[in-house]
């Protein structure tokens, strides 16, 4: 009776390490099939995706080879066109960026991500940077104003606001003057293009205006044949367009002689100085007494 309780516990356990090896090697052939049938399952759209995606790697590549071949153009024209050199940068660049955003939202789009979060991305952030940035993009509106409409250039010289001096350069967010006495000035560009700007130097030519007052005792005639001799003889004048010497305002205490004429830009302070000194000397030689503003009293019984 045991031998055979034995026998049957030996069968038993035979019969249940067949059945566990017959489910392992079930196991075993069954996880290739569900990897199999996974692959299978996801194949259509990996293979979809790949194809998303190397479409937009090209539209990348496409947009790079075009905004490299517009770069070259524009700095083609705009060295025809003898644009500024900062604004000519600018535009470069922010037709090259332009460039890149529009192929990078085509290529994202490609491959699923919707370009309209995107765009409300990029408004927000570019929203709280304006708000933030205020006076700056004032200042860099003011400076393409300024680089479009050139109302000056480099190296004129310009009077604005109470300031004035050569300009050193045109920056997009402020203009560097350099005084007559060689001090440096930042202006903002923002109020430069909202203000009233004197270009002295636009011109080629500028008119040379002296204003001289004489007692009512002295010559007049002689004090305006002196100022027409002055004028015409001088060098540096333009004789050609002419010289003028009138009387301008019969004042309190003197006469008031005007005097004009015309001296290359470039000229003007050195003719301008040099006919108030030729003046002076020449009134004070032929007697005729410029008037300091006095005041004679007379008594009478």
């Not at 194949?43 to 979809?48: R, W, Y």
């Not at 109470?162 to 930042?186: P, Q």
């Not at 130097?201 to 500028?206: D, Q, V």
């Not at 205006?209 to 333009?238: N, P």
Request: proline share 2%.
């Amino acid at each position: 009776m045991l031998l055979w309780n034995t026998s049957e516990s030996a069968a038993g356990l035979t019969e249940t390490q067949a059945v566990a090896a017959e489910v392992q090697a079930d196991l075993q052939q069954l996880k290739p099939n569900v990897l199999l049938e996974s692959l299978r399952e996801w194949s259509p759209g990996l293979l979809a995706f790949a194809y998303r995606l190397i479409i937009a790697i090209l539209i990348i590549l496409i947009g790079m080879k075009l905004a490299s071949w517009l770069r070259n153009f524009l700095k083609r024209t705009f060295t025809r066109l003898d644009m500024d050199l900062s604004l000519s940068k600018f535009l470069i660049s922010l037709i090259n960026a332009a460039v890149y955003l529009v192929f990078l939202f085509m290529a994202l789009e490609k491959i699923g991500v919707p370009s309209a979060s995107i765009i409300t991305l990029l408004g927000s952030a570019t929203l709280a940077i304006g708000l933030s940035l205020q006076g700056s993009l004032a200042n860099f509106a003011g400076g393409i104003l300024i680089l479009l409409m050139r109302p000056f250039t480099v190296g004129d010289y310009i009077i604005s606001q109470g300031m004035e001096g050569t300009v050193h350069s045109i920056g997009l967010v402020y203009t560097k003057l350099i005084t007559a006495d060689n001090k440096a000035i930042t202006v903002p560009n923002g109020s430069l293009s909202n203000a009233a700007v004197t270009n002295v130097t636009a011109r080629e030519k500028r008119r040379v205006d002296l204003r001289i007052g004489i007692s009512y005792t002295s010559d007049l005639k002689k004090a305006k044949e002196i100022l027409q001799q002055l004028f015409s003889q001088h060098s540096l004048m333009i004789q050609e367009d002419g010289v003028s010497v009138f009387v301008d305002e019969l004042g309190a205490s003197a006469v008031y002689l005007g005097a004009r004429g015309w001296a290359k830009t470039g000229d003007y302070w050195t003719v301008r100085c040099d006919l108030t000194e030729a003046v002076k000397e020449e009134f004070d030689e032929a007697g005729i007494e410029i008037s300091a503003g006095r005041m004679d009293v007379y008594v009478k019984n």
